[in-house]
Nanobody, 117 residues
Framework: QVQLVESGGGLVQPGGSLRLSCAASGNISSISHMGWYRQAPGKQRELVAL???????NYADSGKGRCSISRDNAKKTVYMEMSTLKPEDTAVYYC???????????WGQGTQVTVSS
């Protein structure tokens, strides 16, 4: 069994910053890419950012310029710094990780980010 545990969400004012973390544990030996998706109420889940095991990053338009993704392979943890947050960034943010051996994708339970004054 594999678990992804996210943390760092919460309520922040417009223009503020947050740092999300996601740690993988359980029966997952090596992780290929890790990343973050988000889902706002009434909308489809969308990609924010991905990072490979080698550190290459890919940002969707929603994450470009205001998000920075990083990872610690030894800790099997991915981070995402978000800055200049806007009300439209309000969503549940989900962590994703791909097992290098099985190529199976795993999802976290999600962490709520609310941007409001």
């Amino acid at each position: 069994q594999v678990q992804l545990v996210e943390s760092g969400g919460g309520l922040v004012q417009p223009g503020g910053s947050l740092r999300l973390s996601c740690a993988a544990s359980g029966n997952i030996s090596s992780i290929s890419h890790m990343g973050w998706y988000r889902q706002a109420p009434g909308k489809q889940r969308e990609l924010v950012a991905l990072i490979t095991s080698g550190g290459s990053t890919n940002y969707a338009d929603s994450g470009k310029g205001r998000c920075s993704i990083s990872r610690d392979n030894a800790k099997k943890t991915v981070y995402m710094e978000m800055s200049t947050l806007k009300p439209e960034d309000t969503a549940v943010y989900y962590c994703i990780a791909q097992d290098l051996g099985s190529l199976r994708h795993y999802w976290g339970q999600g962490t709520q980010v609310t941007v409001s004054s």
